[in-house]
């Protein structure tokens, strides 16, 4: 079909999910629709505005950028218009028809009867357009790109119903114009006092006028009485982080930031900052209180909004803070870079480090300050806390800040809830304790039944459960904190430092001694499983436990290599066993296959409590039931 009829088309499957979630959950909540449109206006005009930096022909000779809003309330219409970039043919249905974010689907697909009926999910999406269904039958936009041809304006009409009309029209002015037919509910929308008070409360804040006519009598030379209309602006129309924080309420901010951040709940925190000097930026930053849903995927939404010298360059610039500090959304306007910087250009700035740098210490000051209000910092660390865990490895400068923010299950709390600092820890340590202990583990539980906190616990010292996934490779660039080190259970020998006594320590060596015998029989029956065999004080109720060697690789890491597709180095076990455990006095007695079989259990046991995986589960079976044969 050629470009100048009128077609049907249907919209992509994910927005006739996202069309019903929207219209059933937002329902209480349906004035967004005009932020929506007005935000979207302003990102419009911020386009056309930095590309007519180097054609200001683009302007059509109307550079006043600006939003107008009118109404009818006979007609039930509401028509939000600019004179923006506008859009093709091309960018009508690839905009208007599909979502181009992607795992969107994905989620979408996820969700429960029950979370579809949560209007906060809703916010995720940055569902923006779609949102005027909520409050039209029927949705007319008009648009032409900047630049173009009048001829090569375009029309689509929806009614929000799986389908949408599109057909080329003559277009005056370039930019867009979206007209909503109000559903007969929605009438309340079609009102004048109603629209100026959502213009307010929705867009003061941002950097464009928008205005709504105004009607007045005016009384001619002829002394006839006539209506005149004018634009008026409603709007303060000042760019929120321009504006001095002495004027700005904490409301303020927050409607700034579900315009930026296309969320609906407000933010956790924000960090609001004019500096000059060798560097010139205002920066304002916020931590939302919820994880986007693809916040774990490498192509998910991340970064500032960058202006120069108060001019919209763009969206998402991840140039600006650390991967670790992905979740973090607000903007940037320097007067450091020129105004047409590009991605590219940005890579190799080094003005871009220095501005980096100092937003990051930005961002882990207003954490430190949030970390001050612990039920609010629990928020925070529930939703963000496995992101910030990359931290230590990916900056390395600023690790020991990053290590006061961290928090951690541990022993002393025996909770699931990740709530204790590693100076909570410090606090607590005991008498004579140089080291801070930590075990991880493929669950909280499986971390918390682990036979290596055996003498931790008879001796009371606090151990760190570490069960997230990225929590061995946290701990693998994290050797230290506050002059302590930081240490895995299992691995290595143990060392209890001072907290153990004289007298404990010589009856160890001396039980140790007593069981050379028994340990260089079974290192021979277990010959190539492990690297070693030795008697260890760390089991209190358990028979035998495996360590790894120092310098090994633990299992999370192993798993993260074979999962990048690397090669893993070989590693073998070393098996401890307990001298006082009646199961090892039993093996001591035994001799030839009843010794083996013996041996080999406790081994197979060790390593199955670990949650490690047996390279021959049938023979361990086999073993077992020999032995409850008797
Ligand atoms: P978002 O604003 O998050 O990109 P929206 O659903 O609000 O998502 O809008 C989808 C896309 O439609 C925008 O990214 C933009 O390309 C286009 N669009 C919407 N409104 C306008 C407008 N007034 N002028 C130009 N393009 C627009
Ligand atoms: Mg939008």
New binding site residues.
Partial sequence: MSADQKETLGFQTEVKQLLHLMIHSLYSNREIFLR??I???A??CD?LRYRALDDDSLFEGDSELRVEIEFDAEARTVT?R?N????SRE?VIA??GTI?RSGTAEFLKQLSGEQQKDAKLIGQF?????SAFIVADEVTVR?RLAGSERSAGTQWVSRGEGEFTIEPIELERH??E?KLALKSDAAEFADEYRLRTLVRKYSDHIDLPVQMPKVEEQEGEDGEKRSVVSWETVNEAQALWTRPKSELSDDDYKAFYKHIA?DFTDPLSWSHNKVEGKLEYTSLLYVPARAPFDLYQREGVRGLKLYVQRVFIMDDAEQFLPLYLRFVKGVIDTRDLSLNVSREILQQDPQVEKLKSALTKRVLDMLKKLAKEPERYQEFWSQFGSVLKEGPAEDYANREKIAELLRFSTTHTDSAVQDQSLADYVGRMKEGQQKIYYLVADSFNAARHSPHLEIFRKKGIEVLLLSDRVDEWLMSHLSEFDGKALVDVAKGDLDLGDVEDEEEKKAQEESAKAKQALVERLKEQLGERVAQVRVTHRLTDSPACVVLDEHDMGFQMRRLMEAAGQPVPESKPILEINPDHPLIARLEGLEGEAFGRLGEVLLDQAIIAEGGQLDDPAAYVKRLNALLVG
């Fill in positions: 929506e449109l935000s979207n206006a990102d419009a386009k939000v600019d923006g970039i506008g859009m960018d905009n208007l181009a940055g569902v923006g357009f779609y648009t930019g867009t979206i296309h």
